[in-house]
């Protein structure tokens, strides 16, 4: 029996996967993703926490993050799914001198490309966030156009979009191996069976680095897990996501925000790492972001946290993702290592190698790319990963 | 202002005088001391609790467990389960209507470090399976401990008014739950070893084999254990059906909660649905403390629970319809009627049959599941972790006491202490306590007219034998000693001490006396209801097992014999001809159903599947039909499971709409279950101690839009 054959094949219905085949089929390009899980967006998507921003401070994370704005926030009009989301800003906080300093001046950059963030001094953060503590508070940097969506419904949304447009999907099924003749790809092997592309999109996120390396390139992605919660829903009382920087013992940042239907997500980021791919709950979690979030916000102590979980944070080295051709394997295309933004980056990156498979990208596509290459050194470091 | 208190009731001490003033809405009421508000709003009158933020649907009392957030309430500011939180002098409740508001605090609440306890065994649960593993630990001297969540241990036990099943050494029958309850707590208690923290829940397993616990509603704990035992019990199936989340429709346990230990009348019209032990026992109890049992009504053409304990509401009046599905429940805000209707082999209600009963409670009591995601979890994580009781195996409580004996010797033996192996016989009898009922045998009437002796109105075999136990002259006798057998009246020797009346826990055995009158026998029937509501010289209507009327005769005598334990023995004087088949009194009138105005399918669209998030069968079956899965997938789309029970309610009725689409279940990936098991303030993660986080004052209520569209 003959492989089925498609243009190009997408590994991965997640955050990056799911916009990625939705914009090739958008584009005619007859597309099959595939996914080890039951259902779209079952490996990281949905426990990403749903901010989305353009305030980052590499050019190429801030113009992908751009257009995911854009699709992100008319994605409701434009297509009627909701996908909750929310123009709420982003507000980097500082209660000390260090951080103050930092934010100051990587608010230099981001306004040198041009983007709506600004500086706000305490009593601008109170009228904005009126429950925040006040306590030895500095002030902060905003960017009202940020926002907030759900992830699981945008990638249901997606996912249904896909559909629509004929993408086929393939899942609880495994792929064990890319095909190749002459060091070009020409199909996929998996658990059950195969099929015939020349172009295959590594798309799964955590999962992303042994695919890659069974075709002999090493893209230096580490997964690591971070954890996040909810709340229960209640009347709306803040907008932005909420940035703390000050690092405490275990973890670095954390941030939390108020989402549509009103409960708060929030997460934190663990010092040192921890490294893997364990997804499975710890003890150690709730007690260290409860303390801080309440700390920053005292009216917290009385809202009910109704669920947790852990995610995972495909990692470089230098916090930047991995995009585009491979220089090595013709047909395979890197679109790895998200550092825990694949959510925000999605619909950017999607719409990006939708236009570089069908040899249509821009000017400033060819920018993103070769900021992103797979073959950079991995040596600089994103100041906000 | 109404009253929808129990102020008399047979089994239970009158409770005292509600005299803690607090206001709803406004008005003054007044609660007992210790009274949660759920059970002090419903003693009150008020049952609709307030609106779903979604789409406005009256919102009530659910689990009176502190499992969902159905019964939230908005108490001096803070919303909260009204089911979980007590009373306090002069607090300001208000219902919650949509999403509520958090209020201001006074201040910056002080945090404080989690402590973490070492302990050997941890035991989930104190209610009949925790407290005799408890006791076996205790015993071989392991430092356990029982983390409940309710104010008193026994579980279930303390809401079960009536005499245990089972034999009197391995399980207290003829006892009743609720003094079972009383003695395994104190036997518990006597143990230095065994720790026992009320009020106290379990939120999760964690992977580094840490047990996160909220000790007394407040303070967070981590608890190290060597070894988990989960005895958590059971949660009660949900159903699908119109009219299934409104204020009135809830679930058994929750009635026997506010009513026997609460002393609250939620009701005066009850229509049960299920005819499952749960179920008959929640109409008993429902008539005990004088609320009318309109009917019961159980899909299959027999009830699954005792055939005693169907029989004990037969022959109280209450009719029981087999073979009958609900089809839907009506009324405005609250439940107003009630319409069941007759189903064929293959389930469906057969036009034509239907019956609608003016009601304004309907009971869901359609089976249980047990609670075992904690030693799921546990196993998951390589903690090691058994189960006893219904987290086990759904069983009888006789059954989980035996279990958990056997548990808490092998836990003992595996932390290596000298406990020697479980007696083989123990497992034996554990299985036997097991058993589900028999089939149905005709019932053995004697043919005898002269002498005194027992009737068995008992035929079903089912794990019971206290009669054969009580009898001075060991008379009563079951075929080969067993446990699980009919009990029979052999030899001669009856002295009429009526002991086995007494102690009978299905009161099915009579007391028939010729020896005055052949002519005119008399019966000794056992009485469970109010002393005030029966005296000698009345008529009563007797009916037999089938609950068909016999007659009316005259009482001749009433008693109450310390070994009858708050039951009566009434005697009467009746016809030779019905004398033997007379095994109740008809406490109330039959009940009459109305013709339904017209048939509906059972199933329709706009039923409520996740009660939490307000899902409707039509979205998901919409979703499943369009080649849909995974159950996470149809969670992102329209929430369900996502909602404040933490999906302890909707994944089986979603698994049961992918059946009914003809999706076998190994097609269905199941959902993903996370911590926590209930929700919980953030403060308390934070080690902020109770009182610290005070709210400033009733808050306005914001106006939303004006923070929508960002600055």
Known sequence: ?385 | MPDHRIHEHPILPAPEQAGVPFSWLGQPFLARHGETIASALFANGVRTFGHHPKDGAPQGIFCANGQCAQCSVVADGLPVKSCMVVVGPGMNVQPLDGLPVLPDVQRQPTTHAIETVDVECLIIGGGPAGLTAAIELGKAGVRALIVDDKRRLGGKLVLQTHKFFGSIEACHAGTRGIDIATRLEQEARQFENIRIWLNSTVLSVFSDRRVGVLRDNQQYVIVRPDILLVTAGAREKSLVFPGNTLPGVYGAGAFQTLVNRDLVRPAERLFVIGGGNVGLIAGYHALQAGIGVVGLCEALPECGGYKVHKDKLVRMGVPVYTSHTILRAEGKDEVEAVTIAQIDKKWRPIPGTEKRFECDTVLIAVGLDPVDEFLHKASEFGLPAVAAGDSEEIAEASAAMFTGRIRGLEIAKRLGRDVGEVPPEWHRTAQILKSRPGMTMTEDLPETQAGVFPVFHCAQEIPCNPCTSICPNHSIRIEGDEVLGLPEFVGNECDGCEKCVAICPGLAITLLDFRKDAAQPTVVIPYEFSAKRIKKGDTVTVLDCEGVVLGNVEVTRVRAPREADRALLVRVTAPADIAPRISGIRVQEPWQAERAERFEQSIGDDEIVCRCERVTAKELRALIRSGIRDMNHLKAVTRCGMGACGGKTCPNLIKRIFREEGIPADQVADLTRRPLFMEVPLGAFAGVVAGEALVQDVPRRHATDAHEGGL
């Open chain 1, 1 to 385: 029996m003959s492989a089925q054959v498609f243009d190009a094949i997408v590994i991965g219905a997640g955050s990056v996967g799911l916009p990625t085949a939705l914009f090739l089929a958008e584009a005619g390009v007859s597309t099959l993703v595939i996914d080890q899980f039951a259902g779209p967006g079952q490996g990281s998507n949905k426990a990403a926490i749903g901010g989305i921003r353009a305030t980052h401070s590499a050019p190429a994370k801030i113009r992908l993050c751009l257009e995911s704005l854009r699709i992100f926030s008319t994605w409701e009009k434009s297509h009627g799914d909701g996908i909750e989301w929310f123009q709420g800003g982003y507000l980097f906080v500082a209660y000390r001198e260090q951080e103050e300093r930092s934010l100051q001046e990587l608010l230099k950059i981001q306004q040198s490309y041009g983007l709506n963030i600004r500086w706000l001094d305490r009593d601008e953060i109170v009228a904005l966030v009126p429950d925040i503590n006040r306590e030895e508070l500095r002030g902060g940097t905003y960017s009202p156009e940020d926002g907030s969506a759900s992830p699981i419904m945008s990638a249901a949304a997606f996912y249904r979009r896909a559909v629509e447009l004929g993408v086929q999907f393939r899942f609880g099924e495994r792929v064990t191996g890319i095909i190749r003749r002459k060091n070009g790809v020409v199909g996929v092997r998996t658990d059950k069976g195969g099929y015939a592309t020349q172009t295959v999109i590594n798309a799964a996120g955590a999962w992303a680095r042994p695919l890659a390396q069974s075709v002999g390139l090493d893209t230096p992605v580490v997964p690591d897990s971070h954890e996040a919660g909810i709340t229960e829903p209640v009347a709306r009382f803040f907008d932005p996501m909420l940035v703390d920087l000050r690092p405490t013992e275990g973890a670095r940042n954390y941030y939390f925000y108020q989402h549509k239907p009103g409960g708060i997500v929030f997460c934190i980021t663990p010092d040192p790492p921890i490294v893997g791919t364990d997804r499975r709950e710890t003890s150690v979690y709730l007690p260290m972001i409860a303390n801080r979030m309440v700390g920053l916000m005292p009216k917290l102590a009385n809202i009910k946290v109704r669920r947790t979980w852990r995610g995972l944070y495909p990692m470089t080295p230098d916090g930047a993702p991995v995009l585009g051709w491979s220089k090595t394997v013709e047909g395979y295309v890197h679109a790895e290592g998200m550092c825990g933004q694949g959510y925000m980056l999605g619909p950017g990156v999607g719409a990006l190698l939708s236009r570089m498979v069908r040899g249509a990208d821009s000017a400033e596509d060819k920018q993103i790319l070769e900021e992103l290459r797979p073959t950079r050194e991995f040596g600089g470091d994103e100041a906000l990963k």
